[in-house]
């Protein structure tokens, strides 16, 4: 048994099942069953039956959440169904009227969310191949029995906004296929921010990951490591013969009034246009603009 509190992420083609904007109603999966991950590990049907018996929607002590990234101070809303079918484990949950949940319900609509992850603890498993032996694509271990603390919904930017990319660095080098689909996020994610009502701090982040994903893209395309940090001590010496790549010029030009503007670098992962009578905010690189 292991009394650790893990995290599990599940981006299949279960994820969100249905929303309801007008009664705040979304439907989906917070895991599924038979799926080998990362970890080698495989979650079998049967594994969440005591924790939902203890501790579900139905039981004497409803104690499992929704939670945004995983974090306690972000409820979604009230799982109103918890339950294991067939595919995985299944829910239905009422998201409060607060601006956290209206904003939620903007991007599920807008098919910016779509992954879920599990907090819980490994209560029982099958020992299927021990760390020695395990090569990647194996199953290490079959989970049987979890228990279930909360199920989170994955925005964009992920749990963690300070590094909501390390996943993603080496993965996309020249991989035009790979890139494209974090193109089309991105342009997703633009086209969200550009016509969407969703406050302001949901604004600032999504556009705080745009900014990271658009380094991705342009450095894998171009076969660069996507972190400055990534490097060895030797390489200090080759900076001399070596044209400096600058992500983030100190003047840029705005994708709406056309004009340049100063890159301040004040703002919070976008760039304001400075220039009068304009005032828009923008990702560099992108066409995209959201008028303030």
Same mark, same amino acid.
């Given at each position: !048994?292991?009394?650790?509190?893990?995290?599990?992420?599940?981006?299949?083609?279960?994820?969100?099942?249905?929303?309801?904007?007008? #009664?705040?109603? %979304?439907?989906?999966?917070? $895991?599924?069953?038979?799926?080998?991950?990362?970890?080698?590990?495989?979650?079998?049907?049967?594994?969440?039956?005591?924790?939902? $018996?203890?501790?579900?929607?139905?039981?004497?002590?409803?104690?499992?959440?929704?939670?945004?990234?995983?974090?306690?101070?972000?409820?979604? &809303?009230?799982?109103? *169904?918890?339950?294991?079918?067939?595919? &995985? /484990?299944?829910?239905?949950?009422?998201?409060?009227?607060?601006?956290?949940? !209206?904003?939620?319900?903007? !991007?599920?609509?807008?098919?910016? +969310?779509?992954?879920?992850?599990? &907090?819980?603890?490994?209560?029982?498993?099958?020992?299927?191949? $021990?760390?020695?032996?395990?090569?990647?694509?194996? %199953?290490?271990?079959?989970?049987?029995?979890?228990?279930?603390?909360?199920?989170?919904? /994955?925005?964009?930017?992920?749990?963690?906004?300070?590094?909501?990319?390390?996943?993603?660095?080496?993965?996309?080098?020249?991989?035009?296929?790979?890139?494209?689909?974090? %193109?089309?996020?991105?342009?997703?994610?633009?086209?969200?921010?550009?016509?969407?009502?969703?406050?302001?701090?949901?604004? *600032?982040?999504?556009?705080?990951?745009?900014?990271? /994903?658009? #380094?991705?893209?342009?450095?894998?395309?171009?076969?660069?490591?996507? $972190?400055?940090?990534?490097?060895?001590?030797?390489?200090?010496?080759?900076?001399?013969?070596?044209?400096? %790549?600058?992500? !983030?010029?100190?003047?840029?030009?705005?994708?709406?009034?056309?004009?340049?503007?100063?890159?301040?670098?004040?703002?919070?992962?976008?760039?304001?246009?400075?220039?009068?009578?304009?005032?828009?905010?923008?990702?560099?690189?992108?066409?995209?603009?959201?008028? +303030?």
């Amino acid at each position: !048994m292991e009394n650790i509190y893990s995290y599990k992420d599940f981006s299949t083609s279960l994820g969100i099942k249905d929303v309801d904007g007008k #009664k705040g109603i %979304v439907t989906g999966y917070f $895991s599924d069953f038979g799926t080998l991950d990362s970890d080698g590990d495989v979650i079998v049907k049967g594994a969440f039956t005591k924790t939902l $018996s203890l501790n579900g929607v139905k039981s004497k002590n409803p104690r499992i959440k929704h939670l945004l990234n995983h974090s306690p101070t972000q409820p979604l &809303g009230v799982l109103t *169904e918890l339950k294991e079918d067939e595919k &995985g /484990l299944y829910y239905e949950s009422k998201i409060g009227n607060h601006n956290l949940g !209206m904003d939620f319900i903007k !991007m599920v609509e807008s098919d910016l +969310i779509k992954e879920h992850s599990i &907090g819980y603890q490994v209560k029982k498993f099958n020992q299927v191949k $021990s760390r020695e032996d395990y090569n990647e694509g194996d %199953v290490r271990r079959e989970l049987t029995e979890l228990k279930l603390w909360e199920g989170s919904s /994955l925005t964009a930017w992920g749990a963690n906004p300070n590094t909501p990319l390390t996943g993603l660095k080496g993965q996309f080098l020249n991989n035009e296929i790979e890139i494209n689909k974090l %193109v089309n996020q991105a342009e997703a994610i633009e086209e969200f921010c550009r016509n969407s009502k969703a406050t302001d701090e949901t604004i *600032e982040q999504l556009l705080t990951y745009n900014k990271q /994903l658009l #380094k991705i893209i342009t450095d894998s395309r171009s076969g660069l490591p996507t $972190s400055s940090q990534e490097h060895s001590e030797g390489d200090e010496e080759k900076k001399d013969d070596q044209p400096i %790549v600058q992500t !983030m010029p100190s003047v840029v030009e705005c994708p709406s009034c056309a004009r340049f503007t100063h890159n301040t670098q004040t703002e919070k992962g976008y760039i304001k246009c400075h220039r009068d009578g304009c005032g828009v905010q923008f990702v560099y690189g992108s066409k995209l603009f959201i008028k +303030i």
